[in-house]
């Protein structure tokens, strides 16, 4: 055993004697030293079990930042933090947190199946003065990953793919999420579509106004989403997924697509259907969309008058029908929309067409007042997944605004409104409950607050009955207009029947 350990230290000494050599006659014989430098490491690799391999801050031309770089740098970041002593604080673009990562010169391990692997975290000065726009070329980063070679297959099959993924992961997670919006006047002189604010939304599903398990189930379905890519794959669909939201206006819709947001971690892309020029540009916005995100239509019912493109020639043909409030806005939008060509058609191949898988994870929705005005086409299964009624609000939805508004979770009050609202039926917009919660000044506490809610719910049920009896006595006095002019299409008819049996009589008297 003392003559095995006198040789490993011999065969150290040897090593550290050989790369001391090497390097002094590498810097006074240059061109030798280059030629030398593959033997030399030959002979160290026989002793030396470990491979390296680096990873450099830039790669390529112009001084891009290389992805791999910036993966280890975020995967790495989260054992940095605990376990080096020595770290430094970037501001990453588009992050909304200090990065920490390892100082230079320091290094930690992980641990992969078993397998222990060393990181270090390098730097090189420059080899010679020279002068560059870009100071930070003069000192070349790089992260080095050492191993031991019993190791290489799963490090480089497996591993490697591992921290990238990782690194992805923990990235997208620190991002600073955008809102988008196609507004017009902003794409004027470069090629972008595009332009966004921060997005910092704060509701969540916590503080949304919706029965529980209603929750709960839009949670597990967009979870279920999330975690899909391969599923998609195999079933061979786009991994893209539709939402409608339906319901009356201040029901919580925009709220649902802030809180979806938030859930997953997306970006949201509010686009304006009435900005679109044609198909065309309608197909370039979707492309320059980046995976997980949400792509909103709001009141599609309302963008264009393309929901009824396919019922317009039947509704030229009827005479005399009314139109209703929707109908008539949709044409007064078509006026105002001529420079828009974008069609149903164009719209349709835009969520479920060949297009539509351009990128993945992407979450499509609608939001419109009066789903019964959309085209079938717009809104079946596969384009539109899954349809979310966004109803009035229900007493478990008002005890979450309570909860948010007043932070009460219990009132003898409580009963009251459960009254009004379940047994009453009284219909009032979440929307609605959440102004009469809110304090309106600071001497204003829950209990007067409760209160004008039930007075505003009791006005709301006197409001709906005045509009039932309204609603009826109007109805009834068609129904009597209409028997007025049936009784007097009655007469008149009977009045000439009557002329023409006295015509006929004076023809015969006057022939006889």
């Given at each position: 055993m003392a003559t095995m350990g006198q040789l490993w230290t011999n065969t150290g000494s040897g090593l550290a004697t050989l790369m001391f050599v090497y390097t002094i006659f590498k810097?006074?014989?240059?061109?030798?030293?280059?030629?030398?430098e593959p033997l030399f490491h030959r002979i160290f690799g026989l002793f030396y079990p470990y491979i390296q391999i680096t990873f450099h801050e830039y790669s390529g031309e112009h001084f891009k930042r290389s992805e791999a770089y910036l993966g280890i740098q975020s995967y790495l970041?989260?054992?940095?933090?605990?376990?080096?002593?020595?770290?430094?604080?970037?501001?990453?673009?588009?992050?909304?947190?200090?990065?920490?990562?390892?100082?230079?010169?320091?290094?930690?391990?992980?641990d992969f199946e078993g397998v222990r692997v060393w990181w270090q975290s390098k730097k090189e000065g420059a080899s010679r003065q020279s002068f560059s726009f870009y100071p930070e070329a003069d000192e070349k980063r790089f992260y080095m990953l050492r191993f031991h070679r019993r190791d290489r297959e799963v490090i480089i099959k497996k591993y490697l793919d591992h921290v990238m993924r990782e690194g992805k992961t923990i990235e997208l997670k620190n991002r600073e999420r955008k809102l988008y919006s196609n507004t017009p006047g902003q794409n004027h002189g470069n090629n972008t579509k595009w332009s966004h604010v921060t997005f910092e939304h704060p509701a969540t599903f916590d503080t949304l106004a919706m029965e529980e398990t209603k929750k709960e189930e839009i949670k597990s379905d967009l979870v279920k989403f999330s975690k899909s890519k391969d599923y998609y794959k195999k079933i061979g669909k786009a991994w893209k997924r539709g939402y409608l939201l339906f319901g009356p206006p201040g029901t919580g819709k925009s709220t649902m697509i802030a809180a979806m947001a938030n859930f997953l971690d997306y970006d949201v892309y509010d686009l304006e259907?009435?900005?679109v020029k044609d198909n065309t540009h309608l197909r370039r916005l979707l492309i320059e969309t980046s995976a997980k995100s949400i792509i909103v239509i709001e009141d599609i019912d309302c963008s264009l008058s393309l929901t009824g493109q396919r019922k317009k020639k039947e509704e030229e043909e009827e005479d005399g029908d009314d139109k209703n409030m929707i109908e008539k806005k949709m044409i007064k939008n078509e006026g105002e929309n001529k420079e828009s060509k974008v069609t149903l058609s164009g719209l349709l191949n835009f969520i479920d067409g060949l297009w539509s898988a351009c990128g993945g994870e992407r979450i499509i929705v609608f939001t419109t007042n009066f789903v019964d005005k959309l085209d079938p086409a717009l809104i079946r299964k596969g384009r539109m997944d899954k349809h979310i009624e966004?109803?009035?609000?229900?007493f478990e939805a008002f005890k979450v605004l309570a909860k948010n508004y007043l932070d009460v979770e219990e009132s003898e009050l409580f009963e009251?409104?459960?009254?009004?609202?379940?047994v009453e039926e009284i219909k009032m917009?979440?929307?609605?409950?959440?102004?009469?919660?809110?304090?309106?000044?600071?001497?204003?506490?829950?209990?007067?607050?409760?209160?004008r809610l039930i007075e505003a719910l009791k006005e709301e049920k006197e409001e709906a009955?005045?509009?039932v009896e309204e609603e009826a006595k109007q109805?009834?006095?068609?129904?009597?207009?209409?028997?007025?002019k049936k009784e007097r299409k009655a007469e008149m008819d009977a009045e000439k029947e009557k002329k023409k049996k006295i015509e006929e009589n004076g023809e015969e008297e006057h022939r006889v």
């Amino acid at each position: 055993m003392a003559t095995m350990g006198q040789l490993w230290t011999n065969t150290g000494s040897g090593l550290a004697t050989l790369m001391f050599v090497y390097t002094i006659f590498k810097q006074f014989f240059p061109q030798f030293g280059d030629n030398l430098e593959p033997l030399f490491h030959r002979i160290f690799g026989l002793f030396y079990p470990y491979i390296q391999i680096t990873f450099h801050e830039y790669s390529g031309e112009h001084f891009k930042r290389s992805e791999a770089y910036l993966g280890i740098q975020s995967y790495l970041s989260k054992d940095s933090s605990a376990r080096a002593k020595k770290l430094k604080a970037n501001t990453t673009k588009g992050s909304k947190s200090l990065v920490l990562s390892m100082d230079d010169k320091e290094e930690i391990t992980d641990d992969f199946e078993g397998v222990r692997v060393w990181w270090q975290s390098k730097k090189e000065g420059a080899s010679r003065q020279s002068f560059s726009f870009y100071p930070e070329a003069d000192e070349k980063r790089f992260y080095m990953l050492r191993f031991h070679r019993r190791d290489r297959e799963v490090i480089i099959k497996k591993y490697l793919d591992h921290v990238m993924r990782e690194g992805k992961t923990i990235e997208l997670k620190n991002r600073e999420r955008k809102l988008y919006s196609n507004t017009p006047g902003q794409n004027h002189g470069n090629n972008t579509k595009w332009s966004h604010v921060t997005f910092e939304h704060p509701a969540t599903f916590d503080t949304l106004a919706m029965e529980e398990t209603k929750k709960e189930e839009i949670k597990s379905d967009l979870v279920k989403f999330s975690k899909s890519k391969d599923y998609y794959k195999k079933i061979g669909k786009a991994w893209k997924r539709g939402y409608l939201l339906f319901g009356p206006p201040g029901t919580g819709k925009s709220t649902m697509i802030a809180a979806m947001a938030n859930f997953l971690d997306y970006d949201v892309y509010d686009l304006e259907l009435t900005t679109v020029k044609d198909n065309t540009h309608l197909r370039r916005l979707l492309i320059e969309t980046s995976a997980k995100s949400i792509i909103v239509i709001e009141d599609i019912d309302c963008s264009l008058s393309l929901t009824g493109q396919r019922k317009k020639k039947e509704e030229e043909e009827e005479d005399g029908d009314d139109k209703n409030m929707i109908e008539k806005k949709m044409i007064k939008n078509e006026g105002e929309n001529k420079e828009s060509k974008v069609t149903l058609s164009g719209l349709l191949n835009f969520i479920d067409g060949l297009w539509s898988a351009c990128g993945g994870e992407r979450i499509i929705v609608f939001t419109t007042n009066f789903v019964d005005k959309l085209d079938p086409a717009l809104i079946r299964k596969g384009r539109m997944d899954k349809h979310i009624e966004m109803s009035y609000c229900c007493f478990e939805a008002f005890k979450v605004l309570a909860k948010n508004y007043l932070d009460v979770e219990e009132s003898e009050l409580f009963e009251e409104i459960k009254r009004l609202l379940e047994v009453e039926e009284i219909k009032m917009t979440p929307a609605d409950v959440g102004e009469n919660l809110l304090p309106k000044s600071e001497k204003e506490g829950a209990e007067t607050c409760l209160k004008r809610l039930i007075e505003a719910l009791k006005e709301e049920k006197e409001e709906a009955k005045r509009k039932v009896e309204e609603e009826a006595k109007q109805k009834k006095e068609e129904e009597e207009e209409k028997q007025r002019k049936k009784e007097r299409k009655a007469e008149m008819d009977a009045e000439k029947e009557k002329k023409k049996k006295i015509e006929e009589n004076g023809e015969e008297e006057h022939r006889v």
